[in-house]
């Protein structure tokens, strides 16, 4: 297999990988670009010196990328918004916005994670909540770390599913937000 050829079968291998692990950092719509610039720039390179790890090279090589896209973009908007008269008011109405919004999700996310079984409520909590670990938290509830492990991806499943469903049907019946648990019953 020559070098081009063993170059390329790589990149197409981790390409998926490369996207999901760009979208971490830069906006959905520039994902593609980042990581297209990821080949071109990793190719260039291997012709000029011979890369050991092209996968490691590749996946340092998008981190960069991304990280330099996110400084170019806070750069070029951050003089502009120093010289806005109307940003004191406009981020005060915003935070308040933001403020309201994120107490909303925060209090669906308590109606999730109260239709949780209880060991699997208290492995979730204790995990994306406290920050423990899994062994820590196997310890703690004396399981074993592949119980606390399903238990985890469980709990985070069945939350996502939950405010996915509440945040799609309050916005095709407007009147369920006030009250999604009490409808949800009345509908059963």
Not at 111 to 120: D, F, G, P
Not at 130 to 135: D, I, L
Request: glycine share 2%; charged share 30%; proline share 2%.
């Amino acid at each position: 297999m020559t070098k081009k050829v063993k170059f390329t079968s790589t990149f197409v291998d981790i390409s998926k990988q490369l996207k999901r692990f760009v979208s971490r950092i830069v906006q959905p719509d520039d994902v593609e670009d980042i990581v297209q610039e990821t080949f071109v720039k990793s190719y260039e390179a291997d012709l000029k010196q011979d890369i050991q790890f092209t996968r490691s090279y590749m996946l340092k090589t998008a981190k960069h990328l991304a990280l330099n896209h996110i400084a170019k973009w806070d750069n070029k908007f951050n003089d502009s918004l120093e010289n806005d008269n109307e940003l004191p008011v406009l981020l005060k109405s915003m935070k308040l916005e933001d403020e309201y919004t994120s107490k909303e999700r925060f209090l669906l996310f308590c109606r999730a994670t109260e239709q949780l079984s209880s060991s699997i409520r208290k492995c979730f909590i204790l995990k994306k909540v406290y920050g423990m670990s899994q062994k820590e938290i196997a310890d703690q509830m004396q399981l074993s770390q592949s119980t606390v492990e399903k238990h985890i991806a469980k709990g985070l499943l069945q939350t996502m599913l939950y405010m996915r469903d509440h945040e799609q049907s309050s916005q095709t019946h407007p009147k369920a937000q006030a009250h999604p648990i009490s409808v949800k019953r009345v509908a059963e």
